[in-house]
């Protein structure tokens, strides 16, 4: 996994920065056309050919940023054109990704090379377990025969000089459904109809060429006009701060955020409704029911593994009964989640009671802009406290236990953990899928409670976090130690 400190993130982070401070200072149009020229600026080594080539591919990062597609880029038409569009803007626009393919690789087909450890040794277990014998040594190294050889990594896990090395396409590799693939020039598309939205090409991509759109304009517009805008966050973007309850709250308001609400408030209630459910399903004879709250999951099963589709839970999930709370308390305003998933915007779409999604680097870019350190802000006053496990959703094994706890028969809940989406996580998926039409064998032993999270160890691994998910993990776990209630009675 691509460490999230590194230069494509920071660029990334910089260009959000740089929008949210034009647009807090009235000088969004007038100002826009000047950060690719002000972040590349003349005597910068450049990234590639030369410093204009890199203001041309920073000119479609803001383009991207501002929320459009770089694939309706006009090389002729200004950024203070695509700014207006943005503040004109009535609401997001499909789809959620868009690909940079100037800034795209073209990383040649995923293969295995022999780098210069090779020893050229007696044993040469890279030849003998070479079922298409395409190895050979020549000038004491070995050498792979590129027409020959399926890439099937024998030679690689048997070489015990580890001389041989797989060079991958990254965000091919990374996209546990295939839909990824290069077009004839060799550039890297996605297909639509196949993506789970996982946001693992995101991530994973080192030259920063997929991009998701940003909607941190359209915030910012509704809240220096005047609408009550109100925050939800989830769990795990507490978690992407060194703060105590209540201070991220503080500095929501302090961006201008009407109202806030904890989305481990929705959480509480989308574990009482699966509770409630898995009894019911269990009682009715059902053999297995999973889990609803991650949409890249629900959308893999929808797509890939059909089979499985009676068994994902009608429950909505967090981010709908929140946002339903927020509607119900004032109809007229507008509710704005805040999370480190990009299938979250997808689900946005749909949902009736979201009018948008920012990312966790999104409303860090905010921070920034307005000089508004969530630490030393102070704490505001809760209104309503959720339970630990609304707050535990956040990590992997956290739906599971906050079902678990409300069942009235905990002792015959057998919970199965799939934590990420990886080429192992669908092989899961697909089997289990068997086992519900009856293709593989279901016996009482078999899990009956099957949690799926996306992203690895949970929310906190999001496409978007900005914290190393293993220093979030820890401060989530203060997180949900700080302040949280317990279930209701009856619910244990």
């Not at 050498?143 to 099937?152: E, G, K, L, S």
């Not at 408030?265 to 989308?270: F, K, R, S």
């Not at 998926?429 to 009956?448: Q, R, S, V």
Request: with cysteine; hydrophobic share 35%; aromatic share 6%.
């Amino acid at each position: 996994m691509l460490n999230i400190n590194n230069q494509a993130a920071h660029l990334k982070r910089e260009i959000l920065v740089r929008i949210a401070k034009l647009q807090l200072e009235g000088k969004l149009e007038e100002g826009v056309h000047y950060i690719p020229r002000e972040m590349a600026p003349l005597g910068k080594e450049p990234v590639r050919c030369c410093i204009y080539h890199d203001r041309e591919i920073l000119r479609m990062r803001v383009m991207a940023r501002l929320g459009h597609s770089v694939e309706d880029y006009d090389d002729e038409k200004k950024l203070a054109e695509y700014a207006r569009e943005a503040l004109e803007r009535e609401k997001p626009t499909w789809p959620m990704l868009t690909v940079l393919h100037e800034a795209c690789n073209a990383c040649v087909k995923a293969h295995y090379m022999v780098t210069n450890a090779c020893q050229a040794c007696l044993a040469r277990p890279c030849m003998t377990n070479c079922g298409k014998h395409c190895i050979e040594i020549k000038n004491g190294r070995a050498h792979i025969d590129p027409d020959t050889c399926v890439n099937c990594g024998l030679c690689m896990q048997n070489c015990p000089y580890h001389a041989i090395i797989k060079i991958p396409v990254p965000c091919e590799e990374s996209c546990p459904v295939g839909a990824i693939t290069k077009d004839e020039s060799g550039k890297e598309q996605i297909d639509y109809h196949k993506c789970i939205f996982c946001g693992n090409c995101m991530r994973e991509c080192p030259f920063g060429a997929m991009m998701d759109k940003g909607q941190l304009v359209d915030v910012i517009k509704h809240i220096m006009n005047g609408r009550k805008v109100v925050a939800m966050y989830s769990p795990a973007v507490a978690a992407q701060f060194r703060a105590a309850p209540g201070q991220l709250e503080g500095a929501l308001k302090e961006l201008g955020f009407a109202r806030i609400w904890e989305v481990a408030i929705g959480a509480d209630i989308t574990s009482d409704n699966e509770a409630r459910e898995f009894e019911q399903r269990m009682e009715e004879g059902h053999k297995m029911m999973t889990t609803s709250c991650c949409p890249a999951y629900v959308r893999a099963v929808r797509r890939h593994v059909p089979e499985l589709e009676s068994c994902i839970s009608e429950t909505r999930t967090p981010m709908h009964y929140t946002a339903e709370l927020a509607r119900k308390a004032d109809p007229d305003c507008v509710t704005v989640f805040i999370g480190p998933c990009l299938a979250k915007r997808r689900e946005g779409m749909d949902d009736e009671f979201v009018d948008y999604v920012l990312s966790v680097e999104e409303i860090g870019a905010f921070l920034i802009a307005k000089d508004v350190d969530v630490a030393k802000m102070p704490a505001a006053p809760d209104t309503i406290i959720p339970t630990a496990t609304g707050r535990g959703f956040a990590a992997s094994g956290g739906v599971a236990e906050a079902v678990r706890v409300r069942l009235k028969h905990p002792e015959k809940l057998r919970a199965s953990i799939i934590n990420g989406l990886t080429g192992n996580g669908m092989k899961q998926l697909a089997n289990y899928g068997k086992m519900n039409a009856g293709t593989l064998p279901y016996t009482d032993e078999t899990p009956n409670l099957i949690e799926v999270m996306a992203c690895e160890g949970g929310c906190i691994g999001g496409p978007s976090v900005i914290t190393n998910p293993k220093v979030a993990n820890v401060q989530l776990k203060k997180y949900v130690e700080t302040g949280a209630a317990q279930p209701a009675e009856g619910q244990k």
